[in-house]
């Protein structure tokens, strides 16, 4: 028995604090101690001699058999060796993988998967020979009683056998996909999947195996059944019936267990629908009055909405969503879907959903709007990404009456999430208010109310060019929009804001009702901010004065102080803004009408201010374009020994280069977005084809190049002798430089031309320039010079070209003759010449005005019925045939099948500018598509032989 006076053990012991605190204290240290440990990896100081050393006990074979582990660990660290860069060379992997298959002595399944796992991931790098010394052993696995062996013999023999060997154990394979195991059936299907796309050979023999995959698509295991339609519809792909027959047979006889195979009939239905609608087979109207195909599609999808998977049931109701042109009958089951969906405790399954009725709220906002009290509720998730989906939806389908509500609920949750989201729902509120004009006055006043709020640049951009994207949309918020942007740039730290909203106020400020009221807003840039900003500043004053005479004294004693500025660029503007403005006064000096007045003059340049001219008119082309149009000017024969003043005029035509017509495009879409993300740096050397034609002085005669087109082939690629041509429009003449290029080694080419013939009246031959000598693999040039008859109206012509030259065969290696030289033709393609060839792609600042300033007294209409199935197609014909460059970003077509009105602009030859004015839109049911244009220019039979090129 115990003794009562022995004081009791430790662990019974009363707890006391000091007694917690000082085992608290010994954990601490514990644990800091195990903090302070740096983990060091057990592969990070191997060196590859040592491991393929330690790999030679793959030939012990006492130790394969009673040490696995240790070849376990090899293994890993020749696999280590592999994913950080050092291969193995032919020798070294030759030496390993014999070492190898002699690992396949032991029973042991960690090592067996170690050394499958090797197999594959070695193979990729190493020589197929070495490779192919274990596939005995791996044949061996495949067909032995152990199901883990089977499957992942099966898996590394599929990356490593060529069609050859896959023929050999084809039966193999073939047994495997239908055995009872679904492990061994699902390694056989993903093994016949990556065979299917490694070569055609082996392509051609998985084909092969269609019935077996049929029979795995009833296997009672969910995975092989998911595996089997994947196989099964790779192996139909191509055939447009057998993924009919393939969709149409499993979703009528509803025998797919397996959630993952039935959302892989899911998808290959809807991309059946999608191709049946591409392909004009919609009859119109609902989708249920489509072809059989459609009607049993759409069927499928609509009872995979009441699929007790989740899964199936989302991937249903957006692939009904995605079918284009569907009508809102047709989305109601897919919505009604959705919105269950949006209360599902899983975020990823609400992300999903949210993401899928946005996009449905952009072309379909009232069939979505039924889910607005759902989306309500949203606005509160956890998942931040989840709220801005549900404000950007809510804001495409709530009402003009909800409009104040959810913004008071949008101010609230602003605040809380990150610049990306933010910025997304400020795009949608750009969008709101384009829906809902009258309602300007509250989103943009909310929008500016963020502008002062703390922000990112990105977040602050896409405000302000929201702000100015209203504005060109909707005239009425101009002065408004103005001075919320006059009140941000006080407060701004963002330099490149500041000064684009400076030139927007220099730009839109005269000309509203009170513009005196933004010249203090400018003038505190000039004496508060950096450089940059001061600069911008002197120029928006500049054009405030040039355009609104009455300010210009006021504005002259504000823009002096800049006269001493520190900065030159700010010096420059002001020095010259101040003297232009000062000229002006001079000449047309202001006189402050009476107050008792009726008759007030406008506040308005008159005509030939040199302030209005100076600061106000914007140069006919970019300096991009000015730089190139000047050197062509250079290069052209003689053209620096004329005594004539270069002026605007007199500098050539260039037409608008890819890059630019881009440029110009994004800066029209994305507006102040678009010119902060434009890329820096030194603008690429743009050659001017017409510099060959200038070197040879036999055509210096002809004067300068109006225009040079694009190359045209007129042989094959792959033919001996490769041709192309380049049509050089001059005034009176054409010069065609033919490219050739000599593709025969044993061949040199002598005296080459191309001889044209035409039935055409249009044209003559004027003159030939042979090329002398083409050697093997030499690309040389030939002209040909066509004489136009001024007097016959441009038409389009066909020249029949034969190409001669003699032939003189020479040794391949030294290129000595070895024979005497032959006559020889060859027959090239013809060669087409049209209208639009005379025809300069020149954009127009303002089409416009530009289109009135024209007038109608020289234009033609015309109307064509043109045989496409969409207007996408007809717009780019329209274009082609014309020759002419797209305006006002009309050369993309907004979804929604409007008529879509196309605005052209060119200049023909001779210098005479070319508008047109062109509506596309589809016939109807009837097919088709109807154009009407409108031509001007300054010659009406200039415009008739614009508006003939479509017929």
Known sequence: MADPNQPPPEDDAPLTMAGMMKEVQVLADKFKAEDDEVYVSPYAYLEKAAVLQEARCFNDSMVVRENPRKCCTVIAQLLHLQNTGQFLSSTEATEVFFGVTKLFMSDDASLRRMVYLFIKEVAETCNPDDVIIVTSSLTKDMTCDVDLYRANALRVLARIIDAAMLGAIERY???????????????????????????????????????????????PNEMVQFHAIQL????????????????????????????????????????????????????????????????????????????????????????????????????????????????????????????????????????????????????????????????????????????????????????????????????????????YPSRHRVIVGFLSNFLREEGGFDFKRSIVAGIINLMNQIPETTESSLLHLCEFIEDCEFTMLSTQILNLLGEMGPSTSAPARYIRFIYNRVILENSAVRAAAINALGKFAAQCPSLRPSILTLMRPGLVDEDDETRDRASIAVKTVEAALAQFPYDVPDEDAEDVPADEPQAGDPAAFLLLESMPMSFDKLERSVKAYMSAPAAMDSADAITFSSLPILEDLPEEEEKVEEAEQGGIEAIAAAPAGPPKEKLDPAAVVYAIPELASLGRVFRSTKPVPLTESETEYVVECVKHIFEDNIVLQFIVQNTIDDQRLDNVTVAVDTDSGLFEAAGEIAAEQIKYGDTVNCFTVLQRNADEPLATCNFTCELHFSVVQVDPATGEEEGDGFEEEYPLEDLEISTSDFMAKVAVGDFRKSWETMGNSNEVLEKFALQFKNQEDAVSAVIDFLGMQPCDGTGTIKPGGKPHMLHLSGVFVGGRSVLARAQVAMQGESGGVVLKIAVRSEDEGVSRMVADCIS
């Open 232 to 435: 099964m519809y790779q192996i139909k792909s191509t055939d447009r019936l057998a993924i009919s027959k393939l969709v149409q047979q499993f979703s009528q006889k509803n025998t797919l267990r397996s959630p993952l195979a039935v959302t892989c009939l899911v998808r290959y239905t809807a991309k059946l629908l999608h191709d049946e609608i591409a392909q004009g087979r919609a009859s119109g109207g609902s989708i249920q009055d489509g072809t059989p195909i459609m009607r049993g599609g759409y069927k499928f999808l609509e009872s995979c909405l009441r699929h007790k998977e989740d899964m199936v049931i989302y991937e249903a109701a957006r692939a009904i969503c995605g079918l284009p042109n569907l009508e809102p009958q047709d989305l109601s089951p897919a919505i009604n879907s959705l919105q269950a969906a949006l209360s599902s405790p899983s975020p990823a399954m609400r992300f999903a959903t949210m993401k899928t009725l946005a996009n449905v709220a952009a072309s379909h906002p009232r069939v979505v709007s039924k889910c607005n009290e759902d989306l309500e509720t949203l606005i509160a998730d956890a998942n931040r990404s989840v709220a801005t989906l549900a404000i950007t939806t809510l804001l495409k389908t709530g009402s003009e009456n909800s409009i104040d509500r959810l913004l008071k609920q949008i101010s609230a949750f602003l605040t809380d999430i990150a610049d990306e989201y933010k910025i997304t729902v400020v795009k949608s509120l750009q969008q709101l208010c384009f829906t």
């Open 173 to 219: 394979v073939k047994q495997a996909i239908v055995d009872s195991s679904g492990m061994v059936a699902s390694a056989a299907l993903v093994s016949a999947t990556h065979l299917f796309v490694a070569a055609p050979e082996n392509a051609v023999i998985v084909r092969r195996w269609i019935g077996e995959t049929q029979e795995a698509t009833a296997s």
